[in-house]
């Protein structure tokens, strides 16, 4: 079993450059997550999905999309990278009225 | 809106014990608390649903005043794997709506 898996560990990207951040979670949550972590600051939530095919915008949307074709699986695509864009990605997933269980993250520079 | 978390930073010697306090000005459904480790992902401890009930982790406890929209953790003899930081997550007003965190209280325990 294990948990919430996310590639690449580490990426360095150039401005305008685009990259899909992958996320699996083989415990069959319902519920996933994306959220982005600045430097000594929380968790941030980009988007989420309650079900295959189901995904809605959290607080910081921009620049970011997403697609939910599997239960498992649930990619964060980054069109025209930023450097504000600059953050460590967490993947997460849950049950409903479960805790959430994060991947080890993404650290992302965009230079 | 993101629930306020006291104090920000927290200092203990082994033994010790801590309350970290998380507020919101919504009513909230459920209250859910992580703590994360210098680069580590969040890991979850607990979940407080609506209904004013406290749970218990080991030394690890929580309560959630529904009425007053607040959450406290309590930390008993604290121990040096207690530091870390430590974020509240809220939940709105139902099930199914997306989690925001805090920003987090950072609890550092010596020998």
């Known amino acids: 079993n294990a948990g919430v898996t996310q590639t690449p560990k580490f990426r360095i990207l150039k401005i305008g450059q685009s990259m899909t951040l992958q996320c699996t979670q083989d415990?069959?949550?319902?519920?996933m997550y994306w959220y982005r972590q600045d430097p000594g600051m929380g968790l941030k939530l980009i988007y989420y999905?309650?079900?295959?095919?189901?995904?809605d915008k959290g607080e910081v949307p921009n620049g970011y999309n997403v697609s939910r074709s599997t239960t498992e699986d649930f990619p964060l695509r980054l069109e025209l990278a930023a450097p504000s864009q600059t953050s460590v990605y967490f993947c997460?997933?849950?049950?409903?009225?479960?805790?959430?269980?994060f991947g080890p993250g993404t650290r992302l520079t965009v230079t | 809106q993101q629930p306020v978390q006291s104090p920000q930073a927290v200092i203990l010697r082994e033994g010790e014990d801590a309350v970290i306090n998380c507020s919101s000005s919504?009513?909230?459904?459920?209250v859910h608390w992580y703590r994360q480790k210098h680069g580590e992902a969040p890991v979850f401890l607990m979940i407080?649903?609506?209904?004013?009930e406290q749970k218990g982790h080991d030394k690890i406890s929580a309560s959630f005043n529904e009425k007053k929209q607040q959450s406290s953790l309590y930390l008993t003899a604290s121990q040096l794997s207690y530091s870390g930081t430590y974020f509240c997550?809220?939940?709105?007003?139902?099930?199914?709506?997306?989690?925001?965190f805090g920003k987090g209280t950072t609890l550092s325990v010596s020998s």
């Open positions: 997550g809220t939940e709105g007003n139902q099930a199914g709506t997306a989690l925001i």
């Open positions: 407080l649903l609506k209904g004013g």
């Open positions: 415990m069959n949550h319902n519920y």
């Open positions: 997460a997933s849950s049950y409903s009225n479960g805790g959430q269980y």
């Open positions: 919504k009513a909230l459904y459920s």
């Open positions: 999905s309650v079900g295959a095919g189901i995904t």
